[in-house]
């Protein structure tokens, strides 16, 4: 009882007015001293680009259950013929698998990477880029398959015109995250192999001596591009 009495008499009392302001402020700095300016810088852009990927898909859902004219079966849309049989969504349940395995090995980078293990780092980087190459390389053939078919951005041969151009905006947009992101594993990969992190080199992307706090950073993008595709899948191709 008296340890904490002891406790309470010791706590300042909490400013009022634009001195408290100032004091709330303060404190919030004090907090989130430790975190480096490239993760919070990081976690800011997410953040940001959440409401934009919010924004379209509140888009395409308020068009979908607004518009008057049948949507497109996405399950007739995306599905391939193999073998003179019809399957239906195959081609994105793999590039959904090949996404969510390179969230895997991302994961696995960064935890080597705190290990400070330069070539198992640098390895898992560049299969995740791999990974992420492939996911790429399979929407463009997606594209290519529907703009074959007849699908624009302002009509499609299957029901509603606003189905084109919410697909390629979308998937659009994600896959140039995608793209981008596979552009800095690949200059991540290069630097965490050459030895950067562990003798400070200094250039793009830079860290401090011996750290790997980059690789982190760059995870954080890539996990957050997988997250999206599983609300693109769901709401766009299941849906």
Not at 4 to 24: K, M, Y
Not at 39 to 50: Q, R, V
Not at 167 to 180: E, N, R, S
Not at 183 to 198: E, K, N, S, Y
């Amino acid at each position: 009882m008296a340890e904490a009495a002891l406790h309470t008499h010791d706590a300042p009392e909490r400013a009022t007015g634009w001195e408290g302001i100032a004091s709330d402020l303060a404190s919030d700095q004090r907090a989130f001293k430790s975190a480096s300016w490239g993760k919070a810088m990081m976690w800011i852009f997410l953040l940001s680009d959440t409401f934009i990927f919010s924004c379209f898909l509140l888009s395409y859902m308020t068009v979908r259950t607004s518009t008057v004219v049948p949507w497109p079966n996405p399950s007739k849309v995306f599905a391939l013929h193999i073998g003179g049989t019809e399957l239906p969504l195959i081609l994105i349940a793999i590039m959904t698998f090949v996404l969510i395995s390179s969230s895997g090995t991302m994961a696995m980078a960064v935890n080597y990477g705190y290990r400070r293990d330069r070539k198992k780092t640098a390895m898992l980087l560049v299969l995740t880029a791999a990974l992420g190459a492939t996911f790429v390389g399979m929407q463009a053939f997606e594209w290519t398959k529907l703009i074959m078919e007849g699908v624009r951005p302002w009509t499609n041969p299957w029901g509603a015109e606003q189905f084109g151009s919410a697909f390629f905006m979308i998937t659009g947009f994600h896959g140039t995250h995608v793209t981008f992101g596979v552009i800095f594993l690949l200059i991540v990969a290069w630097r965490v192999w050459r030895g950067d992190f562990d003798v400070g080199r200094r250039g793009f992307f830079t860290d401090r001596r011996g750290q790997y706090e980059t690789v982190e950073i760059v995870g954080l993008y890539w996990h957050f591009v997988d997250l999206v595709w599983v609300f693109i899948f769901a709401f766009f191709y299941l849906w």
